[in-house]
């Protein structure tokens, strides 16, 4: 099946301040004996790498899946046409639903950046000196059907101390990468990018906010 956007984009919803109504996400019902195709699945890459040379820290991190709005809670990939209108793409969708995924690619990230020496989630039996909260949105695409949409991606982040729930700093991270085309490949491509911008400067900003903390 071609990556196209103009292909079908399914199951339009109309958001007054991306709240979806329950009926957005009803599922199809079937004709006769025929099957739906399966999704073409993606995700998203951690950091391998930073831009900027960054202390290496002694304390630890527990990592929050970042709390969103219901409609983006979701494994489909949006589009959306305006303020208060969105679609999702036909046929594809991420690897699990948009926080759950993006709370493991920031582990990943910590991880593979080794500047902390443990870092887990929030489920895990591992009470970190310090805990990443944040809040996703927006995680979409922008553009008319057919197009090359630009990718919007944010995250509003909060580093609490453990001991005694202490804010130590907040930051918003906004980032904007315009995809190559309207090929679904490109697009998810352009999430990418655009994740791994957001992931660079949260590392930094979370690893410099802690060590201030600490001092």
């Not at 790498?49 to 960054?54: F, K, M, Q």
């Not at 679609?87 to 080794?114: C, H, N, T």
Request: net charge neutral.
């Amino acid at each position: 099946m071609s990556d196209h956007l103009h292909l079908p984009i399914s199951r339009r919803g109309v958001l007054a301040g991306f709240v979806a109504f329950p009926t957005v996400f009803a599922l199809d019902g079937c004709i006769g004996a025929q099957h739906p195709p399966e999704p073409r699945r993606f995700y998203l890459m951690p950091l391998n790498a930073v831009s900027s040379d960054l202390p290496k820290v002694d304390w630890s991190l527990a990592v929050d899946p970042p709390e969103t709005l219901p409609a983006l809670n979701t494994k489909r990939v949006v589009l959306a046409f305006s303020e208060n209108e969105f679609d999702y793409y036909a046929d594809v969708e991420w690897g699990d639903e948009a926080p759950v995924m993006v709370q493991q690619i920031i582990i990943r990230s910590f991880q593979k950046l080794g500047k902390i020496d443990v870092v887990v989630s929030e489920r895990e039996r591992v009470r970190g000196d310090f805990r990443l909260t944040s809040f996703l949105s927006p995680f979409f695409a922008v553009g008319p059907k057919g197009g090359a949409p630009e990718v919007r991606i944010g995250l509003n982040a909060q580093l609490i101390r453990a001991r005694g729930r202490q804010t130590v700093g907040t930051r918003a991270i906004n980032q904007v990468v315009q995809s190559s085309d309207a090929s679904i490949v490109s697009i998810v491509g352009a999430f990418n990018t655009a994740m791994h911008q957001v992931l660079e400067e949260l590392v930094s900003w979370t690893l410099k906010a802690g060590v201030a903390a600490t001092v």
